[in-house]
């Protein structure tokens, strides 16, 4: 039997505080005690159920949490006000001056930037591996080593990454695995791999509106607790916590995520092969053409598909750029970065998202100019899209 996500997050009963459906929102920064005592014992981190301050928890913050931690089967997790702002702290808490990290090197480019350029300020240094060469990355293990971290499905060329294998290397040489599963909610569960630490930025499919930054930190309660610690939390201190009124909005939005993938991945998979068909350079890791598409297949869950990311190579910048905006101009989408719209988002990243990746770099992980990258909408009629997409390549002499 496959884990079933979108149950567990179904199965969550919460009632607003004059009855509701939806849960009250606590429109607080800060709580009152009713002794001074539980003051105290709240800061030593001893009194459950009691808020302090919002940076640290609030009731809708928790809500929202709580069921992003059902969805990846981990004991809790901590909302955050941005993808970024759950990935720094994680890093900042797992690993300090003279610590070492083996990450992915393909990678959302914030991510990359942040380990490539800003913690070696705090003398912790990264290597950037093939992370589908389990070989590879082991070899990059070096005493000082604390974190592997990697991608499910990676940004922006849609490697797999055989979380499985990761873990186990993590294990034997007692490192944290940190996956970043912003590309495949529902469709992977990294901890039923091993995966110790999920990661998401919701604003991308999760709350799939184009409306919010957010982010989450789904692991352990200790883990949690550490990173909210008022003494020594990454969290805590460095602040990035999402404000009461997005955790309500964002925990709405969710409840509609099971709907929404399974449109997302039965549109780009129709997309894919029709591209593919058209004799243009596709990646999906639904094709079988995909150098991991067994491996992938073999981490989904049933029924939510192989996600709503694809690339194509429309051979160069220039034609990328052309293409992108006639496809704008016929409203089939928007020349946008970002993913997990109802509407379909094209951007060519070796220009724009993954700019910060230097240009020799981007050629060596197989990123070219003309690579548009597509997060495919939930149009209903995707045979019609295609059509129209097909015209504007035809027009512009890509096929
Ligand atoms: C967008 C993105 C992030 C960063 O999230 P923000 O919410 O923009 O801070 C991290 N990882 C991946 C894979 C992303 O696509």
Redesign the pocket.
Known sequence: MSFKPANKIQDLQYFGEFGGVNPSISDSSTYTFLSAKTMFDTFEGNADGCYLYSRHSTPSNLYLGEALAAMEGTETANVTA????A?TPVLMQLCGAGDHIVSSRT??G??YAFLKNFTPRFNIETSFVDITKLDVVEAAITPNTKVLYC?SVS?PLLEVADIKGLAAIAKKHNLKLIV?N??SPLSITPTQFGADIV?H????FINGSSDT???VVCGTQDFINELRSVNDGACMLLGSTMDSLRAASVLKNLRTLHLRIQQHSKNAHYLAEKFEGLGLKTVYPGLASHPSHELIKSMLNDKYGYGGMLTVDAGSLDKANALMELMQEKNLGYLAV??GFYKTLFSAPGSSTSSEIPEDEQKEMGLSDGLIRFSIGLDDDIERTFEMMKSCMKELNII
């Open positions: 941005s993808g970024m702002g990935i990678i959302y914030g991510t991608e940004n970043d912003t590309f990661i930025s919701l604003t991308k930054v957010g982010g970002s993913l």
